[in-house]
């Protein structure tokens, strides 16, 4: 109910009687106090105006599902948000939650991780009060080697809800986010499969969103929104629109269980794209020129002598 109540306030272009409220969720008077106290106490300001009702006029920037899902404007994705403040990780919530067989679409947030991790096991610096520390629970009917193709739809959905408010922001193949050529956010996901059957898919998004400092091993390649414009942004804004322009990739993508319908956008997005790269791929390192994603999601690199190879996985470097 308090996530209704406050999606009403939200959409509401002037008070909202209390009458209204009581009859709109069958409550009495009391409940509807109890749960606007609440929300004052998690840092909401409410105005409350005897024969009036209330009016919200300012949220906190806080990711709790009652938040989250008042924004959302999604069909299934990011539905339920289960939300806990702190965790280990939410990958690896979103697994446990996965093996006790919770649905397609739904989103673990956490306020801060104590062991978040990025790709071949790197530590993932996740802070209380500054990131967004998230993963997605989908159980695609999909064959498990176009799983890996996920990753980067959802890099194309967190370039959308990032470039609506930041100027400068590119994809580094395969699924990383830049502004200035410093990474904002990292993408990474997990797959339980048989050899033709998936079981689920978990992908993780960590975005640096008012983040003011980084530990110094990765001060000079990690940024967050904040660092680079100045302002401050409402996570839980950033976290709807990602959900909602995933749905819209996400269908493209299950239309040819590949990325043919993306390719081209993905492509414009793409800060590789006709530059030089040095490829490192298990052991072995080249360079040469990127030319692009193919429908599979794999980078053309165009090689000095005039071949070209796809890469499937390695880490780009510019
Ligand atoms: C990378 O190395 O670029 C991937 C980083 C992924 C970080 C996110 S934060 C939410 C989720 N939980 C984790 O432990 N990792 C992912």
């Known amino acids: 109910m308090k996530e209704k109540i406050l999606k009403c306030l939200r959409e509401a272009e002037d008070y909202v009687s209390g009458q209204e409220l009581c009859q709109m969720f069958d409550v009495s008077r009391t409940a509807i106090w109890k749960v606007m106290n609440q929300l004052k106490e998690e840092g909401y ?3 409350a105006v005897k024969n009036k009702g209330y009016r919200l006029v300012q949220t906190p920037d806080l990711v709790t599902a009652e938040e989250v899902e008042s924004l959302l404007e999604t069909s299934w994705a990011a539905r339920p948000v289960v939300y806990e403040e702190e965790q280990a990780s ?3 919530t979103a697994k446990m939650l996965a093996e006790q067989g919770a649905s397609h679409g739904t989103l673990v947030v956490a306020e801060r991780q104590v062991s978040g991790r990025g790709r071949r096991g790197r530590p993932w610096h ?4 500054s990131g967004i520390w998230m993963s997605i629970l989908l159980r695609p009917q999909i064959h498990p080697m176009s799983a890996s193709m996920l990753t980067l739809v959802a890099a194309m959905a967190v370039y959308d ?12 193949w395969p699924n990383d986010i830049v502004i200035d050529g410093r990474k904002v956010c990292g993408i990474l996901t997990e797959m339980s499969s048989e050899q033709d059957n998936i ?5 993780g998004i960590g975005i640096n969103v008012n983040t003011d400092d980084f530990p110094e091993n990765i001060a000079s390649v990690a940024a967050s929104m904040h660092v680079i414009t100045g302002a401050y942004y409402k996570r839980a804004e950033i ?3 990602t959900w909602k ?6 269908d493209l993508f299950v239309q040819t269980e590949n990325l043919a319908l993306m390719v081209d956008a993905y492509n414009q997005r793409l800060v590789n794209m006709d530059r030089r790269v040095m490829i490192e791929e298990r052991g072995h390192r080249y360079e040469g020129t990127a030319r692009g994603i193919d429908a599979e999601g794999a980078l053309l690199v165009e090689r000095d002598d005039g071949t070209t190879t796809s890469v499937i996985s390695g880490e780009v470097s510019v």
């Open 199 to 203: 079981h689920y898919v978990v992908i």
């Open 45 to 47: 300001v409410i105005d």
């Open 126 to 129: 996740s802070p209380k009060g």
């Open 239 to 241: 976290i709807a629109d």
């Open 245 to 250: 322009a995933f749905e819209k990739y996400y």
């Open 161 to 172: 809800a990032i470039s609506s408010r930041v100027e400068g922001c590119a994809i580094k």
């Open 90 to 92: 939410t990958n690896q």
